[in-house]
């Protein structure tokens, strides 16, 4: 079964190799020409570039052999190269539009290479024969001189041999760099795969001392304070929802995520009392703005826990969201004792930084500034698309 599958994809691969290979010109093997994109017109031009490289080869060829150097050698071998290039280009063209290609891309390389052999050939010789008439020579008495006929069948062979590799070249090239792609693709796939795995989890952490001083709390309010209690209880069970049921999603609003800190202040305010004051502001248009859950939380209690909870007076967190150039800026500001460094035993800011720079691929960011006159602010930076 891995097998028929393993054979499926690399039949797949090849034909997809072979679709990309049939707008590909020969000219492309310099890169300087591969910026611009395939057209009619820059495949007509890039044609007549070509065949002057070929013609100026073939003078060099004949040169070398002992041709005595003349104007009139360089405007035979350049007239004969352009109508050689336009014929072989005109017949793929015309083969391309019938839908030719396409069929001979299924029928494997025996095939293939029949068809890059007899286009050429057909073009070296509808070539030299338009060449020939437009030099005014007598085109009847060349296809009756076996001496000529064999000088346009080796050019011919050696045409057809320089186009067949250039493409079979471009095929092995194309297929490598789309193994080397799908190769990437899982293993981007599985980094995903695993960070996802690994962000639930982090998700799904609840601070043991939070959970338990919470509880510890309600139940010493009960008594003496049995409103507030109720009241405790009450934010907790919405925090406890909100938290789990965002450890389960992939992403959450900017909304939901401030409802949920909303509740977590809501607790954290009843047992520091007057001590801790909170603001939040979130514009509207901002609210339906998609973001990793659970993503704030730690900033809020690093805020706490090492800024308002060691100052005697306490002070005020403040939580805003606001959207500057393309991009949505996420504020935890404190006025508590300052930033010292220290992280708490659940999620860190290192985990903050880490589900940034994987989730948003670099273009998410985190830094920690000092909010005058005193306390930290933590600034989350995310892309608004």
């Known amino acids: 079964m891995n097998a028929t599958h393993d054979a499926a994809q690399i039949?797949?691969?090849?034909?997809?190799?072979?679709?990309?290979?049939?707008?590909?010109?020969?000219l492309e093997l310099i890169p300087y020409f591969r910026r611009w994109p395939h057209s009619d017109l820059r495949d007509l031009l890039y044609t007549l570039i070509w065949s002057c490289l070929i013609g100026f080869a073939f003078t060099a060829i004949a040169l070398m052999f002992g041709t005595r150097p003349s104007w009139r050698l360089v405007q035979e071998m350049l007239l004969f190269s352009i109508c050689i290039g336009y014929n072989i280009h005109m017949l793929f063209y015309i083969a391309s539009r019938a839908g030719c290609e396409r069929w001979v891309n299924a029928r494997g390389k025996l095939v293939l290479t029949a068809y890059y052999t007899v286009i050429p050939s057909a073009g070296v010789v509808l070539g030299v024969m338009l060449a020939s008439l437009v030099m005014g020579r007598d085109v009847s008495r060349m296809l009756g001189s076996p001496s000529w006929m064999l000088v346009v069948a080796v050019n011919a062979m050696i045409i057809s041999l320089i186009i067949g590799v250039i493409y079979f070249w471009r095929e092995k090239s194309l297929v490598a760099d789309m193994r080397i792609a799908a190769e990437r693709e899982r293993h981007a796939q599985a980094e995903r795969a695993a960070t996802l795995a690994n962000l639930r989890a982090l998700q799904a952490q609840i601070e043991p001392h939070f959970l338990f001083n919470t509880l510890a709390n309600v139940v010493g309010l009960i008594h003496p304070q049995p409103d507030t209690a109720k009241l405790m209880l009450e934010r907790f069970i919405a925090y406890l929802r909100a938290s789990l049921a965002a450890s389960r999603e992939e992403s959450t609003t900017l909304a939901a995520e401030f409802e949920l800190m909303k509740n977590f202040l809501g607790i954290l305010q009843i047992r520091m009392g007057d001590?801790?004051?909170v603001e939040t502001e979130l514009p509207a248009a901002l609210s339906a703005f998609s973001l990793p859950p659970m993503l704030l939380q730690p900033l809020?209690?690093?805020?706490?826990?090492?800024?308002?909870?060691?100052?005697?007076?306490?002070?005020?967190?403040?939580l805003t969201a606001r959207e500057t150039e393309g991009e949505v800026e996420i504020v935890v500001a404190d006025t508590g004792a300052g930033f010292s460094g220290a992280t708490s035993n659940g999620i860190g800011l290192k985990n903050v930084r880490e589900r940034i720079e994987k989730i948003f691929d670099g273009r998410g960011h985190l830094r920690i500034e000092e909010n005058a006159p005193c306390g930290t602010r933590v600034v989350i930076t995310l892309p608004r698309n």
Do not use: C, S
């Not at 039949?11 to 020969?26: D, G």
């Open 11 to 26: 039949r797949a691969l090849e034909l997809e190799v072979r679709k990309q290979n049939e707008h590909f010109h020969p």
């Open 275 to 277: 001590r801790l004051a």
């Open 300 to 318: 809020v209690e690093n805020a706490i826990k090492h800024g308002l909870e060691p100052k005697i007076d306490g002070g005020t967190l403040t």
